[in-house]
């Protein structure tokens, strides 16, 4: 499901940039982000801005009977560039547009959206800025927006319904003392041997 999440979020972003959509702007840049980015790595991802990254950044799964339910969070990650200042990175210069006006797009664009997936709805958390040292000589802005969803699997397993036909069965009680050390457990059969 977090491979559909991403993929749905991706489309979802292609479908609403450019020129006459919701976004009203290009966003040239979209795609999935494994969450690893070194110094190499950072004149690529620079090439072309501005740029929308969708990463899964964890999952946390509860049991609720014979399925889990997942709350997951994604972080979609902006990544602006100006050749003026890092600060025209962030809130954006002239025509182009700032680090920070596309993700508070972004947590508009996905705000209670389930992507037509059996998802729960999207809900955007928080926008935060991510600034590591070789962004500000780059006079780039990179800005991270983390959303919260959800999602139900089955538990791999014994089919719970099945089990309503037991064979065996162990009761465990209490006696008054009686000194002599006996059993105080038994085990029933439910079928004839």
Not at 142 to 150: A, D, F, H, P, Q
């Amino acid at each position: 499901m977090i491979d559909a999440i991403i993929t749905a979020a991706l489309d979802h972003i292609r479908a609403h940039q450019g020129a006459g959509k919701a976004l009203g702007y290009a966003i040239p840049r979209i795609e999935a982000f494994d969450g690893q980015v070194n110094e190499t790595q950072m004149a690529q991802l620079l090439q072309t801005t501005p740029a929308v990254f969708v990463a899964f950044a964890k999952g946390t799964g509860a049991e609720q009977g014979s399925r889990r339910h997942w709350t997951a969070t994604l972080s979609l990650i902006v990544v602006t560039r100006n050749l003026a200042t890092e600060g025209a990175a962030r809130a954006g210069k002239g025509a182009e547009i700032g680090a920070y006006r596309i993700a508070e797009d972004m947590a508009v664009l996905f705000d209670r959206r389930t992507l037509d997936l059996e998802i729960d709805a999207i809900e955007p958390v928080e926008i935060t800025p991510i600034v590591p040292g070789w962004a500000r000589t780059q006079k780039a802005a990179i800005v991270g927006l983390t959303c919260k969803t959800g999602f139900t699997t089955a538990i791999p397993g014994a089919d719970l319904a099945a089990l309503d036909d037991f064979l065996r069965a162990r009761f465990d009680f209490d006696l008054p003392p009686s000194g002599n050390g006996a059993d105080t457990s038994t085990t029933a059969n439910t079928r004839p041997s």
